[in-house]
């Protein structure tokens, strides 16, 4: 079970805007290097300005990113935007995004950095290996139980509680580890499932 099962109730609110952008003349590379950028100013901010007291941004931009991926997905599929540079940009961007944002906890106080490192880390090797799925013949994985919307939610209502109440920064020492082990799980689901999932070659 993954957040991002929710993806397509998600999109069904978000079309009317999807419409009104495309009749503009947006186009969804523009949406998904708009999301990259933000996520890297956003993260620069509170690397910069290493405060809890800035932390409330950060379940709202998620929200926002989540949009923005949302929506380059819907231009690409409904108007006929699909690109080779369009995936690349679609892969790179999420995963640097990941890192611009969820980095700054590094650099608070009492927070365990190690297993934020290790978080980033596994966040990463979760994306290579959904994208591997489709060297194999697979599908692309996106299986959970540690997706990029479940990391974003985690994330996102954590930067709120230490934003309000400080003192909760050592709940780092639990909850990375939690999620290291989650994250695991999805790295092993997604191997699996991409195994199973690959598709029979036609016999000449």
């Known amino acids: 079970m993954t957040i991002y099962n929710l993806k397509p109730h998600f999109q069904n609110l978000l079309r009317p805007l999807v419409i009104s952008l495309q009749k503009y003349g947006f186009t969804a590379n523009q949406v998904t290097l708009s999301a990259m950028f933000l996520s890297i100013a956003v993260g620069l901010l509170l690397s910069l300005f290493p405060s809890t007291r800035f932390y409330w941004l950060l379940p709202i931009f998620l929200f926002i990113r989540m949009a923005l991926n949302a929506i380059d997905g819907m231009l690409a599929r409904e108007y006929h935007q699909k690109s080779h540079l369009g995936a690349i940009y679609n892969e790179l961007g999420d995963v640097i995004s990941d890192i611009a944002l969820y980095l700054p906890f590094y650099f608070l106080p009492n927070v365990n ?32 139980p540690m997706g990029k919307s479940d990391r974003a939610f985690i994330f996102g209502a954590y930067g709120l509680i230490i934003a309000l109440f400080p003192s909760t920064l050592s709940w780092s020492h639990y909850l990375f580890p939690i999620m290291i082990i989650l994250l695991l799980i999805t790295c092993y689901q997604r191997v699996v499932k991409a195994l199973h999932d690959i598709k029979p070659t036609e016999q000449p």
Request: glycine share 10%; with cysteine; charged share 10%.
């Open 113 to 144: 950095n190690v297993s934020l490192l290790m978080c980033l880390f596994l966040a990463i090797l979760t994306e290579f290996i959904g994208v591997l799925a489709l060297t194999i013949g697979a599908s692309r994985r996106y299986d959970g």
